[in-house]
Structures are given as C-alpha cells and as structure tokens.
C-alpha cells in the first residue's frame, strides 16, 4: 500500500485526484498506475483501471488470476468490474468512497453472486494516510479557487 501512496502522490503532484495502485503478483510489483483522467482526457484512466491493463500487458494475459490490486481508495463500479473481469484473486484498498465504492460501501461486486467472479477484499489498509492524502489534495484546491475570488472582490488598491 505503500508503493500505492507514492502513486497517489505522484497523481496529486501532477493536478490529479491523488489515487495510486499497483498489482503484485507472487510476491512480485509488476504495475503500478495513478488517475490521469485530466491529463490523458480519459474517463477510464483510474489508478487501478491503468495499472490492471499494466499488468496485463507484463504477464501477457488478459486473466489477473494470482495478482493482488492495491489501491488507495475503494474502487468504483468500472474498476470493480475490472477486477471481476480480470479475474484478480484480491484487492487491498485504503480509505471507503461513501460515494462510489463498489467493493462494500455502495455496492459489493466482489461477492455478487451473479457474477461470474468473486475475490478477496482487505480494506482499510493505511486508510487514514489514504484518505489525508485526499483531504490534502481538496483542501488545497478549494483554497487555490478561492484566492482568486478573494483577490477580485477586495478591489484594486
């Protein structure tokens, strides 16, 4: 989860909502990835999304089927989806999403019987750095709009 708090802060670094994974399989680091929606113009570009399609693209299989996901925060529908999909073993995620959390908070794709995979989630791992990490990144934002708006109402001086 470590290595997935360094992704979030290289997103964060970069304007973006700091999000970082990183896919292990036997015992071994083999993607890692962090949000470029804004920078790539890409509404699938999550942390997870990018370095699950990493790591396929290493192992030479489209199965993640022994990979374990590490994300800093609970992954949405699309990237739960993924995660079904690939058929990963695990996912290891930091702080909830109360608004889109598909891996217990909102929905819980993991264990849908309906579906034709289910996996492993371990949450709240590291979950207060995760979620300071957010925090950080909003309050910063919020602040920087403001100045500007500060600025324009105290008038020329």
Known sequence: MRLALEEARLAAAEGEVPIGAVV??????????????????????????????RASRALGRWRLTGCT???TVEPCLMCAGLMVNARVDRCVFGASDPKGGALGTLYDVSHDPRLNHEFEVVPHVLAGECAFELRRFFRTRRRLRRKPAEAKAAGPR
């Not at 036997?26 to 990018?50: M, Q, T």
């Open 69 to 71: 996901v590490y994300v």
């Open 24 to 53: 292990v399989c036997d015992g071994e680091v083999i993607a890692r990835g962090h949000n470029r929606r804004e920078r790539d113009l890409d509404p699938s570009a999550h942390a997870e999304f990018s370095a699950m399609l």
